[in-house]
């Protein structure tokens, strides 16, 4: 059974900060992996999505790596900006399976 | 403005009474699907449909119904709402699942409170 898990669940950093946020899934055969950012009161966004043949995805400040072999991805957020203060999801889809499995995902709180 | 419509946003109701979330998406997609997520349990899925007529479960479908007559519209229904339905509902949208280089678009939410 594939199980995502991101790491850490909150964090808290000072605006301007480069950060990194994780994300680790137990079956590395993986379709994609889909980055997603969560409002309160509001929807998912997407953000990046990494084709399971690709290394990594870039958009604007954000970047976004896929390491299939050892199970992980990680979300590189340049100089942050109290905007990017939101929930961060990571989910995988499961080659032959009709869904995305979601992680519990990260809190971004950025100060300003 | 391409987008996926959840109604309603937000719904009190009492144990039994029948119920229906609608979810309509504008942009010609094949594939939708339903999720719930939890506190601790995150977005799990719960029904999800290829195209028009054809749906299948997720993970968690116990007590909850679709149906896939129009493309646009992926309704939702709970029969026979029990408070472990309580939960915040999503809505989301794919153009096919035939190519693994397109994202999943997601409605604002649904939040059912069943008392």
């Known amino acids: 059974k594939q199980e995502v898990t991101q790491i850490p669940a909150a964090l808290s950093v000072p605006e301007g900060e480069n950060l990194v946020l994780n994300c680790s899934f137990t079956?590395?055969?993986?379709?994609?992996l889909q980055w997603f950012r969560q409002d309160p009161g509001k929807g998912l966004t997407s953000l990046l999505l990494i084709q399971s043949s690709q290394r990594e995805q870039t958009s604007g400040r954000l970047n976004a790596s896929l390491d299939k072999s050892s199970g992980r991805s990680t979300l590189y957020i340049a100089a942050s900006q109290p905007g990017d203060s939101a929930t961060y999801l990571c989910a995988v889809v499961k080659a032959g399976f009709q869904k995305l499995v979601f992680g519990t995902g990260t809190r971004l709180l950025v100060s300003p | 403005e391409a987008q996926v419509t959840q109604n309603p946003r937000y719904l009190i109701t009492v144990t039994g009474k029948k119920l229906t979330v609608t979810c309509s998406q504008n942009m010609n997609h094949e594939y939708m699907s339903w999720y719930r997520q939890d506190p601790g349990l995150g977005l799990r899925q719960i029904y999800y449909?290829?195209?028009?007529?054809?749906?299948d479960k997720g993970d968690v479908p116990e007590g909850y119904k679709v149906s896939r007559k129009e493309k646009r519209n992926f309704p939702l229904i709970l029969e026979s709402p029990s408070p472990n339905q309580t939960s915040l509902y999503f809505c989301?949208?794919?153009?096919?699942?035939?190519?693994?280089?397109?994202?999943?678009?997601f409605g604002d939410g649904t939040r059912l409170s069943i008392l």
């Open positions: 989301a949208s794919r153009q096919s699942w035939a190519t693994s280089n397109q994202p999943q678009h």
């Open positions: 079956d590395s055969a993986i379709y994609n």
């Open positions: 449909s290829m195209n028009v007529e054809v749906t």
